[in-house]
Nanobody
Framework: QLQLVESGGGLVQPGGSLRLSCTAS????????MKWYRQAPGKEREFVAS????????TYADSVKGRFTISVNDAYKTVYLKMNRLKPEDTAAYYC?????WGQGTQVTVSS
């Protein structure tokens, strides 16, 4: 059974950094599109970034472009989201996605 497990969230001050991880199990990791989404309280879930595991092409939401970097480690079946220069508006639950499968989410709070 496919599972996606996120980790790495936490509380960070504005301008700080965090790295989120999402590890997949029960699935062949190659030739997949991995995505990160986020959802802030009272708002709809929104796309953050994506990466293909068969070429490494990436896409970012305009709001995170230049600050966030998505990457993948095929050997560990893990996708990462490195978040730099974090802002209070980045506060949200962050979710890993593969097709119709979602992780449980990890909370990121940016506050002084």
């Amino acid at each position: 059974q496919l599972q996606l497990v996120e980790s790495g969230g936490g509380l960070v001050q504005p301008g700080g950094s965090l790295r989120l991880s999402c590890t997949a199990s029960g699935v062949t990791f190659r030739y997949k599109m991995m995505k990160w989404y986020r959802q802030a309280p009272g708002k709809e879930r929104e796309f953050v970034a994506s990466i293909s595991t068969f070429g490494g092409s990436t896409t970012y939401a305009d709001s995170v472009k230049g600050r966030f970097t998505i990457s993948v480690n095929d050997a560990y079946k893990t996708v990462y989201l490195k978040m730099n220069r974090l802002k209070p508006e980045d506060t949200a639950a962050y979710y890993c996605n593969m097709g119709t499968y979602w992780g449980q989410g990890t909370q990121v709070t940016v506050s002084s």
